[in-house]
Nanobody
Framework: QVQLVESGGGLVQAGGSLRLSCAAS????????MGWYRQAPGKQRELVAS???????NYADSVKGRFTISRDNAKNTVYLQMNSLKPEDTAVYYC?????WGQGTQVTVSS
């Protein structure tokens, strides 16, 4: 059973940066596509970025050019580097392999 644990969230001013980490247990991590999702209060959960096992990446239009997803298979970890943060990026961020979800980490961007 794969387990996912996110970390790295926090409070940051607009224009700042954060790096989220998602540590996975389970030896099949390297063959799983992984995604970062977010859910703001009163809104539906949305896909922010995804990365395949072959490191092909995809981004939501709202974060293109500001966020970068990456993975380190040796560490069973996927990252989300978030730059030029905006108040509208405020949400709980989750990582997932589409079957298993982490508990989420809160990101708050103040104006």
């Amino acid at each position: 059973q794969v387990q996912l644990v996110e970390s790295g969230g926090g409070l940051v001013q607009a224009g700042g940066s954060l790096r989220l980490s998602c540590a996975a247990s389970g030896s099949i991590f390297s063959i799983n596509a992984m995604g970062w999702y977010r859910q703001a209060p009163g809104k539906q959960r949305e896909l922010v970025a995804s990365i395949t096992s072959g490191t092909y990446t995809n981004y939501a239009d709202s974060v293109k050019g500001r966020f970068t997803i990456s993975r380190d298979n040796a560490k069973n970890t996927v990252y989300l580097q978030m730059n030029s943060l905006k108040p509208e990026d405020t949400a709980v961020y989750y990582c997932s392999n589409s079957l298993v979800w982490g508990q989420g980490t809160q990101v708050t961007v103040s104006s």
